[in-house]
């Protein structure tokens, strides 16, 4: 069983970077693929990043493209998103996901194990 931890959200002005952290615990990451998913008011869930653990291959929305990085750090066990040029339209909860495949995929379906969620807001 997976346990996923999102931390590093909160409130930032349009521009600004903030970088979000995902801890894992309670399983070897090594075959997983890590994913960052979002949702914004009155919104469906849907996908941000993805990268698989030890190949790092990694996979954007198109939406974030050039603004955000996804990459992991081994030794500690998580996964992080740095995300730049921040606009109001990224404010959502930002949900970490994981589940044992070698090619990220966007599916949300796909992800077994899910973090709590965590709010990032982006003023204007």
């Known amino acids: 069983q997976v346990q996923l931890k ?14 979000l952290s995902c801890a894992a615990s309670g399983g070897t990451l090594g075959a997983y693929t890590m994913a960052w998913f979002r949702q914004a008011p009155g919104a469906e869930r849907s996908f941000v990043a993805a990268i698989q653990w030890n190949k790092r291959y990694t996979l954007y929305a198109e939406s974030v493209k050039g603004r ?22 990224d404010t959502a909860v930002y949900y970490c996901a994981a589940d044992r495949f070698s ?5 949300e379906r796909s992800y077994s194990w899910w973090g709590q969620g965590i709010e990032v807001t982006v003023s204007s």
């Open 68 to 89: 955000f990085t996804v990459s992991g750090d081994n030794g500690n066990n998580t996964v992080y998103l740095q995300m730049n040029n921040l606009k109001p339209e």
């Open 6 to 19: 999102e931390s590093g959200g909160g409130l930032v002005q349009a521009g600004e970077s903030l970088r």
């Open 103 to 107: 090619v990220p995929t966007m599916r």
